[in-house]
């Protein structure tokens, strides 16, 4: 039993039906069989990430599978406010708790494009662990055993709700949150080119399962802490434009950033890609071993995920992410050297 009909969206069209069956016919025998499942999404997971994940992880769990929701920090670091309200993010298993690789069955990858981004969970993968990888990366590493990626989707939970729907689940008000979080933190709330009619269905279908959208829109896009809004407005004040590629771009400092998580870093990039002049933003942070994290967005013309795979990274077209050396000059100037290329 296969999720297609014929109004299948459009993105659906990159999944082959035949991966797509292998798929479901595994897990199936995971929740038959009560197997263990390894959930993995990306470290500093986002709300797609994790919502994929936690969705998975009850569906799965309450379906007969052992499922191990996981993120591969090391240090590990808990879900950043307010996803640790989505339900199951309690249930999150630090990478150093993890079980051994001998007592794992199946681990399952979320919206994760590359091995280096699972972090401490990519030993499993060394190990042979028999993986499905489920994202919506265009760009991205090949890995794993089964792997159904579709670039055109606004999220990777809606790859996770079309398995659900194929494996008979039922949606819950508990995995519906973690569906319409993920899809609305993601799709921008509803306004990247990649939102189409199946994502505004898949929110209908979570808020009548009983999502508190009200509460969500308010913790996730309207509340900010102090610390936060202070990033911000050093963020703002370096604020620079490079007019031949239409890069706005701006960095925070180690200093500046220490009370905040990379979803600020998300806040200041979003804002840099408002002005007016901006085709691309970029906001860099830095890392713990000196390096920066940069972040990136496009308006549309230019494909910020080919630079970002170019400078290490990975990411959609209109929205991508890379962890370089060098000083912030250095590296802007080489996302401006490579949007000249494109």
């Not at 008000?173 to 933190?185: D, F, H, K, N, S």
Request: with cysteine; glycine share 10%.
């Amino acid at each position: 039993m296969t999720a297609t009909s014929d109004r299948d969206p459009a993105w659906a069209a990159d999944l082959d039906p035949d991966t797509e069956v292998a798929v479901l016919d595994r897990l199936r025998r995971a929740a038959d069989t009560g197997e263990r499942v390894v959930v993995a999404g990306h470290v500093a997971p986002d709300g797609d990430a994790l919502g994929a994940v936690l969705a998975l992880h009850l569906a799965l769990g309450a379906a007969g599978a052992r499922t191990v929701p996981a993120i591969g920090d090391m240090p590990p670091t808990p879900p950043s406010p307010p996803l640790d309200r989505l339900p199951g993010a309690d249930q999150v298993v630090a990478a150093a708790r993890l079980p051994d690789a001998s007592e794992v069955d199946l681990l399952v990858c979320m919206d994760t494009a590359s091995v280096a981004r699972l972090g401490e969970v990519a030993r499993y993968l060394d190990a042979g662990v028999t993986t499905v990888v489920l994202d919506h990366h265009a760009q991205g590493e090949v890995f794993g055993d089964l792997r159904l990626v579709a670039p055109l989707a606004a999220a990777t939970v809606q790859v996770v709700a079309r398995l659900l729907d194929g494996l008979s689940l039922p949606l819950t008000r508990e995995i519906a949150t973690c569906l319409y979080v993920g899809l609305v933190t993601d799709s921008g709330r509803f306004g990247y080119q990649a939102t189409d009619a199946s994502a505004h269905a898949l929110a209908g279908r979570a808020l009548a399962a009983g999502v508190d959208q009200a509460w969500w829109h308010q913790a996730l896009f309207a509340s900010r802490r102090a610390a936060e809004l202070s990033l911000l407005g050093h963020g703002l004040a370096r604020l620079t434009v490079v007019p031949e590629v239409a890069l706005v771009h701006a960095h925070v400092t180690a200093e500046e950033v220490a009370d905040c998580d990379d979803a600020s870093l998300d806040s200041l990039v979003d804002l840099l890609r408002s002005a007016d002049q901006a085709e691309v933003a970029l906001a860099l942070r830095p890392t713990t071993n000196g390096g920066w994290k940069g972040s990136l967005r496009s308006r549309g013309t230019a494909d910020v995920g080919r630079v970002a795979a170019a400078m290490g990274g990975g990411g959609h077209r209109l929205a991508a992410g890379f962890t370089v050396t060098g000083s912030p000059q250095e590296v802007t100037d080489r996302v401006v050297a490579l949007l000249k290329e494109g």
